[in-house]
């Protein structure tokens, strides 16, 4: 089963990486899988926490932990797996520059970007469609960038989702008006 991921791997990260190349998507994709970064999901779930209405402070603190908790397993897996890039690995990628000193599984862009992507969903249905949109093509980015695999993407949206929900059903549901309070204070 190995031998058949890692084929799969090198036959999408190619077709991604190299067949759908353009000036366009190469401009686009080093641009918009930064919203999937630290930078990016940290100001978005502060500006609800500070900015937001009742349910927009919600998001904010659900956001916040479900990030916390989807990026500790994210950079747990990364150092106790330590797979290694696919520029570093596979030959005639385009690599666009980008050198990163962690590891490749799971892509903490798409674990972060899925996590936000699907705190948003549970609490404006309306925006699923939209809000994952967006994570997807995030995801995608890293794989048309060179930097991940495939299933380092797929494993990245399944922690994402997953600690989402968890957040969502366990932890807010316990917490969650005494945050709020928090932060009404």
Request: proline share 2%; glycine share 8%; charged share 15%.
């Amino acid at each position: 089963m190995k031998k058949g991921l890692k084929w799969f791997d090198a036959k999408l990260i190619k077709l991604i990486n190299a067949n759908i190349k353009s000036d366009f998507l190469d401009r686009f994709m080093l641009r918009f899988t930064n919203l999937g970064g630290v930078l990016s999901t940290t100001v978005f779930v502060l500006i609800l926490l500070f900015f937001g209405n009742r349910e927009g402070k919600i998001i904010g603190i659900q956001g916040t932990i479900t990030l916390v908790i989807s990026q500790t397993i994210t950079y747990g897996l990364k150092s106790l797996l330590s797979r290694e890039r696919p520029y570093n690995i596979l030959k005639g990628l385009n690599t666009f520059d980008i050198i990163l000193k962690d590891y490749s599984f799971p892509s903490g862009h798409t674990s972060a970007s899925f996590a936000i992507a699907t705190t948003v969903a549970l609490n404006i249905p309306k925006l699923s469609i939209v809000v994952f949109i967006i994570a997807l093509i995030i995801g995608v980015s890293r794989i048309y960038l060179g930097v991940h695999y495939p299933t380092d993407v797929v494993a990245g949206m399944i922690l994402g989702i997953g600690s989402a929900i968890v957040t969502h059903i366990y932890l807010v549901d316990c917490f969650l008006e005494y945050f709020i309070g928090l932060i009404n204070t």
